[in-house]
């Protein structure tokens, strides 16, 4: 080949690399304004009202209510599909060719739907409301380890806390309850706003950790916010619903964020286990992630962090609630006797013909758990990665519960895209999108 | 794609799916433990689609079961009950007022339902009355026909 032919045909090549450049980039932008539209249309329509969508609420945010239509499962499946789906050719675009989505890009589009979904009405779940209430229980002396919600004499939130968790008192770690405090000081309205705003910040919080964990582990950190902050899980019902989970995913990935540097000193190690610990002060399912730590780890420093976090936490928890407080297992074992029907366990029951899952079942799939946690202990004490089989471990607990609600499943989202083991990722997201496709069921037939 | 001795399945995957290089376990656990996930995940996958099946299944039957009820008794109210009188058994049941006012505040026409579903209906099969804001109890049943009287459902006859 001459050398004139060489730099045309080398001519030729950047010109198509510019034009599959350009294209992927205008695709991947399409894809972020369906995304955006999606969430938008659906916090929009849930403005509106109240639906079997959008828990009962006050009208906190009533400058958003006239631009929507009220949002039905016919608007709400079909945008969820939909968003997925732009969710996931995005991911595909970001993994294959990084200069799809621009770091600049990336988080400008995370933050717009975070801050679309926070500006909006609480979504999916009166979780939120019941929160609120253990705040001004805790604040006039009823204590949420002890009663519910109906203790609380005079409440005026009783109307949005669900007749499920009247009765029922706090299943969280006393660490939350302490951070929601403010909320029972101040009026109903602003007692929303608070833990919308813990929700947000824990979600930015996560998201930031995620950033600096990937770049810790030499991953794309672009790709790693994508996965986790435009998951359609993450946003609508995590953080539409302010979940505490996403309190309990920041210290996890505070917890990983210092336990996974290179320089790894006593000192972090120990700060590592204690983040962890207070993530299951907050929800006690993160302390499933304490084992593979310190298995991995194999040093004191990891130990002694996690006994003086726990000590401290139950002291202060006790003082504020006493023992009833620091009984992290009561509100597991509480839980984990519930069945709702979004659950795995009750699609297999049901797919072996069995009308629902029974108390052998229960067991059953807690000794399967166990023996999963088990072997990843075995596996990790033999040089796998810690922060992968953590992810696995949350995995297998989403999938036994038989109380699993959809914000579950996000749980080892940020872990996977940190692991070197592929598998996680593809694993979380074929549960999500399993769960979802699960929930579109009414889209195929009549609905009476 | 990953080079190296193990070949096969493994040795075909794209590297970023491949077996982390550290991961001491070996190639043979990293495959046994995928095909574990991907069983897991078929059967999840399976379950699933059953759910959705059964779903869609019961809400066409219900659908069925309360165009029956209004076709058969001539009144198309809105609040039209339907569901097993026994559950996993046919017939099955379906309830509303007998004269316009909220559910349950007026007489009861109940119907007993069976059949595959014809042009959107099911067969009727018998049926009884219930006295305004009473559950439906065997011994509040009455003004029974077919199947209801047929089958003793209702001990008042």
């Given at each position: ?14 010109l198509?690399?510019?034009r ?5 980039s ?29 828990p ?12 929507g ?28 060719r ?35 209430a ?5 604040v ?26 009247i ?57 790693a ?20 989970d996403?309190?309990?995913m920041?210290?996890?990935m ?97 797919l ?97 | ?16 799916l491949?077996?982390?290089e550290?991961?001491?376990a ?21 379950a ?25 008794t ?20 379906s309830c509303?007022?007998?004269s ?6 007026r ?22 009355r ?12 009455y003004s ?14």
């Amino acid at each position: 080949m001459s050398t004139a032919s060489a730099i045309a045909e080398r001519e030729r090549r950047s010109l198509v690399a510019l034009r599959s450049g350009r294209w992927t980039s205008a695709l991947a932008a399409l894809l972020s304004v369906v995304i955006v539209a999606g969430v938008g249309e659906i916090v929009l329509d849930a403005a509106v009202g109240h639906t079997p969508m959008v828990p009962a609420q006050p009208a906190f945010d009533s400058w958003l209510a006239g631009f929507g239509q009220s949002l039905g499962y016919t608007v709400f499946l079909p945008t969820l599909l939909v968003t997925s789906v732009a969710y996931g050719g995005l991911i595909l675009l970001a993994r294959g060719r990084s200069t799809a989505v621009s770091k600049r890009w990336a988080i400008g589009l995370v933050a717009t739907l975070q801050l679309i979904v926070f500006a909006g009405p609480v979504l999916l779940a009166t979780d939120l409301f019941t929160n609120v209430a253990y705040a001004h229980e805790a604040v006039h002396g009823v204590n949420p380890y002890v009663h519910g919600p109906l203790a609380l004499p005079g409440y005026p939130g009783f109307p949005y806390v669900s007749p499920d968790w009247i009765n029922w008192a706090s299943p969280y770690g006393p660490l939350f309850t302490l951070i929601t405090i403010p909320a029972g000081l101040v009026g109903l309205d602003a007692g929303i706003w608070i833990l919308k705003l813990e929700a947000l910040v824990a979600s930015a919080a996560t998201l930031a950790l995620t950033w600096r964990c990937a770049r810790q582990r030499g991953f794309d950190p672009v790709l790693a916010i994508i996965v986790v902050g435009l998951n359609p899980l993450y946003v609508l019902y995590a953080l539409g619903g302010s979940h505490n989970d996403l309190i309990m995913m920041a210290l996890m990935m505070l917890g990983v964020s210092l336990s996974i540097t290179t320089a790894s000193s006593a000192r972090r190690a120990a700060s590592g286990a204690a983040a962890i610990v207070a993530g299951a002060l907050v929800k006690a399912t993160l302390g499933v992630m304490l084992p593979f730590l310190i298995v991995s780890k194999r040093r004191l420093a990891p130990i002694v962090g996690a006994l003086v976090a726990l000590a401290a936490g139950l002291v202060i928890g006790y003082a504020a609630f006493g023992s009833a407080g620091i009984n992290l297992v009561a509100g597991l074992n509480r839980e984990g006797h519930l069945v709702s029907s979004y659950s795995f366990a009750s699609q297999l029951a049901h797919l072996f013909g069995k009308a629902g899952v029974y108390p052998i079942d229960h067991k059953l799939l807690t000794g399967g758990l166990v023996v999963v946690i088990v072997y990843l202990l075995w596996r990790t004490w033999r040089g796998y990665d810690w922060v992968t089989a953590s992810g696995w471990g949350l995995v297998a607990i989403a999938v036994s519960t038989t109380w699993l609600m959809p914000w579950y499943t996000i749980w080892p989202l940020p872990l996977a895209v940190i692991s070197r083991d592929r598998r996680l990722l593809l694993a979380t997201l074929a549960i999500q999108a399993i769960w979802i496709v699960h929930q579109t069921s009414p889209l195929y037939g009549p609905v009476p | 794609m990953v080079s190296g001795p193990a070949g096969g399945i493994v040795g075909r995957l794209p590297a970023w799916l491949a077996p982390p290089e550290h991961d001491s376990a070996g190639r043979r656990t990293w495959r046994v433990e995928t095909v574990a996930l991907v069983l897991v995940g078929l059967l999840l996958a399976v379950a699933a689609i059953n759910d959705i099946s059964w779903s869609v299944n019961s809400s066409a039957q219900l659908v069925a079961d309360q165009s029956t009820w209004r076709h058969y008794t001539g009144r198309d109210y809105y609040n039209v009950s339907a569901g097993a009188l026994v559950v996993g058994r046919s017939p099955d049941i379906s309830c509303a007022n007998s004269s316009p006012g909220p559910p349950g505040e007026r007489t009861q026409i109940c119907l007993l339902i069976d059949g595959p579903i014809v042009h959107g209906l099911r067969t009727v099969v018998g049926g009884w009355r219930l006295p305004a804001r009473t559950g439906d109890f065997p011994a509040k049943r009455y003004s029974c026909f077919g199947e209801g009287a047929t089958k003793a459902l209702c001990p008042k006859g």
